[in-house]
């Protein structure tokens, strides 16, 4: 007897797959997260040192100045470690699985898997690092003496759902494009970079709301929504229900469409990785 293996419909996003293959996705995020921090002296502490020191250098350089603009009388360190909990979802996610495709060729040149495994676990090594900053969050919020306000404590899965959603959706797209196209690897960095610094990562909305045409850049990103929801468990005020609308759709079609294209060019992968 014979059995043929072949990916999913191209129609198809593939995600029951993924489920199929839980064990092998289990196997590549473990991997992914080891192969990080290998070698190094203080190993997984890197995922809370490395937010913390971007947090006292924002707060030494620019937390006196913006610090009257913050949203709820939040301390400024509180404020700019909680972006950076977040972002770091988006920038190790999108610079991890943009290379991901690249840096397994080998692999996927000699069996058949789901291939979306590799930047989905790519983006997982983000929420790993996520995780792992909660601790070092909830002891900066018993120093500060701030406490989450009632059921707004489940805005913080939500808000890393849609960042996960986004970051998945940019990855997928991004290490689909960099199989064919290597400028990518130098492009990914430079965005990243760019888009901490037009999102409200270190600066409140308020900074943003001074040109319209910059509000609704900032607004698309989907990070914008999931770190002012993520704040809101802070401040116990709920998140601009525009705003969080702009970013929530944003984030879907940039999924959507990130895996879809993955989809349909998943198929020379091989030949050119």
């Known amino acids: 007897m014979e059995f043929e293996i072949k990916p999913a419909r191209r129609l198809s996003l593939g995600l029951g797959e993924l489920w199929q293959y839980r064990e092998l ?5 473990w991997r992914d997260i080891k192969v990080k921090y290998k070698q190094t002296v203080i190993g997984f502490a890197w995922a809370i040192l490395q937010p913390l020191l971007m947090m006292l250098v924002f707060t030494v350089s620019i937390g006196r100045i913006v610090n009257k603009d913050l949203p709820g009388d939040m301390p400024y360190p ?29 692999i996927i040149k000699k069996i058949y898997f789901p291939r979306l495994i ?6 997982l090594v ?11 969050f909830a002891a900066l919020l018993f120093y500060y ?54 999102t409200p990562v270190f600066m409140p909305m308020s900074i943003f709301e001074k040109s319209e045409i910059v509000l609704w850049i900032v607004q698309l990103n989907p990070m914008t929504g999931a770190i002012a929801l993520f704040r809101s468990c802070l401040t116990g005020i709920p998140p601009d229900a525009g705003l969080m609308f702009i970013s929530t759709i944003s984030a879907t079609i940039l999924l959507v469409f990130g895996l879809f294209y993955f989809r349909k060019t998943e198929s020379y992968f091989a030949d050119l990785a």
Do not use: E
């Not at 996705?25 to 995020?29: A, I, L, N, R």
């Not at 509180?78 to 080998?106: E, H, P, R």
């Not at 983000?126 to 070092?136: E, I, K, P, Q, S």
């Open 145 to 198: 003496d701030m406490r989450m306000y009632g059921i707004a404590f489940l805005y913080i899965p939500a808000a890393m759902m849609l960042a996960v959603a986004g970051t998945a959706g940019a990855g997928s797209l991004i290490a689909a494009l960099s199989v064919k196209y290597r400028d990518f690897r130098y492009i990914v960095p430079f965005t990243v970079q760019f888009l901490l610094f037009t």
């Open 126 to 136: 983000g929420v790993f690092d996520f995780l792992m900053t909660l601790a070092l």
């Open 118 to 123: 590799i930047p989905f676990s790519a983006v």
């Open 25 to 29: 996705f289990y196997f590549f995020t």
């Open 78 to 106: 509180v404020f700019a470690f909680s972006g950076l909990m977040l972002w770091n979802i988006f920038g190790t996610g999108l610079t991890t699985a943009g290379n991901s495709m690249v840096t397994n060729a080998n």
